[in-house]
């Protein structure tokens, strides 16, 4: 379950604040500084508000998108993420939740319309969601259950760059399941953080993959320069789950990254 949170155990670049054993206690303050980062993680069949309230604040939309899933978990875990995302928008920028309207880059990435510093990005997996905040910085979350997967090494040659594919092809066997979901993550965070969607081949750029390594983008042949221009951090959010939150340019000494937890 969520509420059972871990800690941050990956190396990084930023300093991070994570209290106790779990991550945070409350909502507290929404306040993000310029240049902080904020990850909330929330347990989607356990919403930190009343779903009732979290679903009125979406859009009409959001509202469709949500009744063509066909199971009710999904819908309502659906509108626990979104309506959660609206409900820590709106306190941070002391708006009407329901008021806020999203704009989509080129390729589909939501931001708030207008000329908002404030950037962030949502990921789901099951019940857990992390939502990623931050000041005057592109950011991209990933989280993902670790779920067996039957053709792994299939997805590997198929979305992993030749040096990843000989990395996870020398993982012990009984790491290797965690060795895809480090790689995967670390992946998505970043493809969503630059708003690229789709559009961006996954073996077109290399991260560190090996289990307990250094969250890091190690080569991008055709962009050169983005390896220094985004920072990776691996998450642990809760047993069971892996996750990844990549960060426009590096840190300057009172950058840090805030994890909390958002429970009812």
Same mark, same amino acid.
């Given at each position: 379950?969520?509420?059972?949170? =871990?800690?941050?155990?990956? %190396?990084?670049?930023?300093?991070? =604040?994570?209290?106790?054993?779990?991550?945070?206690? +409350? @909502?507290? +303050?929404?306040?993000? $500084? $310029?240049?902080?980062?904020?990850?909330?993680?929330?347990?989607? %069949? &356990?919403?930190?508000?009343?779903?009732? &309230?979290?679903?009125?604040?979406?859009?009409?939309?959001?509202?469709?998108?949500?009744?063509?899933?066909?199971?009710?978990?999904?819908?309502?875990?659906?509108?626990?993420?979104?309506?959660?995302?609206?409900?820590?928008?709106?306190?941070?920028?002391?708006?009407?939740?329901?008021?806020?309207?999203?704009? *989509?880059?080129?390729?589909?990435?939501? &931001?708030?319309?207008?000329?908002?510093? @404030?950037?962030?990005?949502?990921?789901?997996?099951?019940? =857990? =969601?992390?939502?990623?905040?931050?000041?005057?910085? !592109?950011?991209?979350?990933?989280?993902?259950?670790?779920?067996?997967?039957?053709?792994?090494?299939?997805?590997? !040659?198929?979305?992993?760059?030749?040096?990843?594919?000989?990395?996870?092809?020398?993982?012990? !066997?009984? !790491?290797?399941?965690?060795?895809? *979901?480090?790689?995967?993550?670390?992946?998505?965070? *970043?493809?969503?953080?630059?708003?690229?969607?789709?559009?961006?081949?996954?073996?077109?750029?290399?991260?560190?993959?090996?289990?307990? +390594?250094?969250?890091?983008?190690?080569?991008?042949?055709?962009?050169?320069?983005?390896?220094?221009?985004?920072?990776?951090?691996?998450?642990?959010?809760?047993?069971?789950?892996?996750?990844?939150?990549?960060?426009?340019? &590096?840190?300057?000494?009172?950058?840090? @990254?805030?994890?909390?937890?958002?429970?009812?």
């Amino acid at each position: 379950m969520v509420r059972d949170a =871990a800690t941050l155990t990956i %190396d990084s670049p930023w300093p991070v =604040a994570a209290p106790g054993p779990l991550w945070g206690g +409350s @909502v507290g +303050s929404t306040a993000v $500084a $310029a240049g902080d980062v904020t990850v909330w993680l929330i347990d989607l %069949d &356990r919403p930190p508000l009343p779903l009732e &309230r979290l679903a009125a604040h979406l859009s009409e939309d959001e509202r469709r998108r949500a009744e063509r899933f066909r199971f009710e978990v999904h819908r309502r875990r659906f509108a626990a993420g979104r309506g959660a995302l609206r409900e820590l928008l709106g306190r941070l920028l002391d708006r009407d939740p329901a008021g806020l309207r999203f704009a *989509y880059g080129e390729k589909g990435k939501p &931001r708030l319309a207008g000329d908002s510093a @404030v950037r962030f990005n949502l990921s789901n997996s099951q019940n =857990a =969601a992390l939502i990623a905040v931050a000041h005057g910085r !592109e950011v991209g979350v990933d989280v993902e259950a670790l779920r067996p997967i039957d053709d792994a090494p299939m997805l590997v !040659e198929r979305f992993f760059a030749l040096r990843e594919r000989r990395v996870f092809a020398g993982l012990p !066997e009984a !790491e290797q399941l965690a060795g895809f *979901y480090t790689a995967w993550t670390r992946k998505e965070a *970043y493809v969503k953080a630059r708003g690229d969607g789709l559009s961006l081949p996954t073996t077109a750029f290399e991260v560190a993959l090996a289990p307990g +390594s250094e969250a890091r983008l190690i080569a991008f042949e055709q962009e050169p320069s983005e390896v220094d221009r985004w920072a990776l951090v691996g998450l642990e959010p809760a047993p069971g789950f892996l996750g990844a939150l990549a960060i426009e340019s &590096r840190p300057a000494p009172a950058d840090r @990254v805030e994890l909390r937890a958002w429970a009812p």
